[in-house]
């Protein structure tokens, strides 16, 4: 099994430029997640998508959209990048109603934005 | 809302144990994980309390206690390649936005010879 696979893993952007991470899970998880994670901030929630066809947004939303495309895949784009959305990007799924309810996290996606 | 507190840095010599806080400010929650990530790589989950006490998996060790609204990580007989850093983590209730994970900042381990 691959996980949650993430891609691109690097991607430079000039500011207004539209991109989107894909991201998918081969783990039939329902739970998906977008984090970013800044220096000295830990990971802070962009959106979360709790089943296919949902989703919500978390702590940090602004400026992002995501698409829940089906059960494997759960996109976020960034329609007009700004420099503070320089981030490394972390997309991860759950398997809702398991006994520990972990996040497995892809490999990130580090952007930035000039 | 979630508030997550951990101490930014800590430094432990090879072979020690070294415990890691979480203090946290929540009106209740369902569970306390704990993650690990090294420098360039993915968050991976260690160890998980959703009830009080001791959760022992190997080297690794997670406590909760709700009434002190405290947790810790515990690690034994340190090797180098526990250096990284390692972060708390709280799932709401299931009526409050269960898929809500909040991330404290991060615990920066550096283990020395």
């Known amino acids: 099994n691959a996980g949650v696979t993430q891609t691109p893993k690097f991607q430079v952007l000039k500011t207004g430029q539209s991109m989107t991470l894909q991201c998918a899970q081969d783990m039939n998880h329902n739970s998906m997640y977008w984090y970013r994670q800044d220096p000295g901030m830990g990971l802070r929630l962009i959106y979360y998508s709790a089943s296919e066809g949902t989703t919500d947004k978390g702590e940090v939303p602004n400026g992002y959209n995501v698409s829940r495309l089906n059960k494997r895949e759960f996109s976020l784009r960034l329609e007009s990048a700004a420099p503070s959305q320089t981030s490394v990007y972390f997309c991860a799924s759950s398997e809702d109603g398991s006994f520990n309810e972990k996040l497995f996290f892809g490999s990130g996606t580090q952007l930035s934005v000039l | 809302g979630q508030s997550l507190e951990q101490p930014s840095e800590v430094t432990a010599v090879e072979g020690a144990i070294v415990q890691i806080n979480c203090t946290y400010q929540t009106s209740g929650f369902y569970g306390l994980s704990w993650y690990q990530q090294h420098d360039g790589g993915a968050p991976t989950f260690l160890s998980y309390n959703g009830l009080d006490g001791l959760e022992e998996t190997g080297r690794f060790s997670s406590f909760l206690s709700r009434s002190d609204s405290y947790g810790y990580l515990l690690l034994q007989e340190l090797q180098m390649k526990d250096s990284a850093s390692y972060f708390c983590?709280?799932?709401?209730?299931?009526?409050?936005?269960?898929?809500?994970?909040?991330f404290g900042t991060g615990t920066k381990l550096q283990v020395i010879p």
């Open positions: 983590a709280v799932r709401p209730n299931p009526s409050g936005g269960y898929q809500k994970v909040t």
